[in-house]
């Protein structure tokens, strides 16, 4: 009898029914797809940025993401606690460049019937999350191949928060898995793909303000899907 494998242990863990471990529950489920995807990218070097009362905010409607890019200062810049490569891989993957300051992109959600996108997350684990992700594509749908996710684990922090004009939703790890149309499960009319996995909250991440944010775009760059989790109260507290 072979040993299970101890991160197989966690993700399962991760995963368990929320209301056993007396936790929230977090999905995506009942969530308009949103109209567009607003991302505000800040240089680590900026603390005035993130504390700026006049950064763009959401429109109804739109998912924000606030995403801290590493600066010319390395360690010594006052937001470098919170930056991550992962917010210079999107800057390239939307074709911008940032300065000392701060920048933002809003992206049209084209919501393409017949597609949706749930995610799931559990309670946090030590510094990992289980989540989940369900992807579900018309086998016929007008979209360049392959597609591309990306995940974000978020942490939710509302206005005051280091100094912070406006509630803030700050980008901690990402996820981007790439499929091809012949790896996706053909059911009927419909392509299907389900993914499952921990992933690392950095230090300092509150598990209590945890979410996920994802959306899915083809080879064009255009965004066929988005959502993001909400956290209720389970029905057995």
Not at 169 to 178: D, E, G, K, S, Y
Request: aromatic content about 4%; glycine content about 6%; overall charge neutral.
């Amino acid at each position: 009898m072979r040993t299970p494998r101890p991160w197989l242990r966690l993700i399962c863990l991760c995963l368990l029914p929320a209301a056993a471990l007396a936790q929230p529950v977090c999905n995506s489920d009942g969530q308009s797809v949103p109209s567009a995807v607003l991302e505000r990218f800040i240089s680590a070097d900026c603390a005035t940025c993130w504390q700026d009362p006049s950064a763009p905010t959401a429109a109804p409607g739109e998912l924000v993401l606030d995403w801290i890019v590493p600066g010319r200062l390395g360690d010594e810049a006052p937001l470098s606690a919170a930056a991550s490569r992962d917010a210079l891989e999107r800057l390239q993957d939307l074709g911008l460049s940032l300065t000392d300051t701060a920048t933002h992109q809003r992206t049209k959600v084209r919501a393409l019937d017949g597609t949706t996108l749930r995610l799931t997350h559990g309670p946090a684990v030590g510094n990992y999350v289980g989540v989940t992700m369900t992807l579900r594509l018309p086998a016929a749908a007008p979209l360049r191949w392959p597609v591309q996710m990306w995940l974000v684990l978020t942490e939710v922090l509302p206005a005051g928060t280091e100094h912070a004009a406006v509630p803030r939703n700050l980008a901690r790890n990402t996820f981007q898995p790439i499929w091809n149309k012949g790896e996706m499960l053909l059911q009927s009319k419909y392509l299907e793909t389900r993914d499952l996995r921990a992933m690392a909250m950095p230090e300092g991440t509150q598990p209590a303000r945890v979410r996920l944010a994802g959306w899915v775009q083809d080879a064009s760059g255009q965004v066929l899907v988005a959502t993001q989790t909400v956290c209720t109260e389970s029905p057995d507290q």
